[in-house]
Nanobody
C-alpha cells in the first residue's frame, strides 16, 4: 500500500516554530505534487502550501505567506513544512497529500496521510 506519513507536530508557544515532515512509502515521491493542508475543529480543510514535482514552484495560503516554507528532498522521499512565527489560529491537524497536476486544487489530491496535531497556545 502506498502511504504518506506526517510527523513533527506538537504543542508550542505563540511565536514558536515547528518543522513538519511528510515521508512517502511504497511510491516514487517525485512523480507527485505534494500539498500541506490543515483542519481546525469546526472548519473545512484548508490548503496551506503546495510544491511542484521538481520543487521549483511553490504556493502558499495568504494566511501563512512569509511564515511557512515548504521544501522537498525527492531522494529521501520527504517533503517538509517549516513553520515560524506560529499563531493560535494555526492550531489544527496538518495533513500532507499527493496530486498529479500543477497547479493543484483540493479535488486533485487523491492520497492523504494520517495527520499530525499542531497546537499553538500560551
Amino acid at each position: 500500500q502506498w502511504q504518506l506519513v506526517e510527523s513533527g507536530g506538537g504543542l508550542v508557544q505563540p511565536g514558536g516554530s515547528l518543522r513538519l515532515s511528510c515521508v512517502a512509502s511504497g511510491f516514487i515521491l517525485d512523480d507527485y505534487v505534494i500539498g500541506w493542508f490543515r483542519q481546525a475543529p469546526g472548519k473545512e480543510r484548508e490548503g496551506v502550501s503546495y510544491i511542484s514535482r521538481s520543487g521549483a514552484s511553490t504556493k502558499y495560503a495568504n494566511s501563512v505567506q512569509g511564515r511557512f516554507t515548504i521544501s522537498r528532498d525527492n531522494a529521501k522521499k520527504t517533503v517538509n513544512l517549516q513553520m515560524n512565527g506560529l499563531k493560535p489560529d494555526d492550531t489544527a491537524i496538518y495533513y500532507c497529500a499527493a496530486a498529479a497536476v500543477w497547479p493543484p486544487e483540493l479535488p486533485d489530491f487523491a492520497s492523504w496521510g494520517q495527520g499530525t496535531q499542531v497546537t499553538v497556545s500560551s
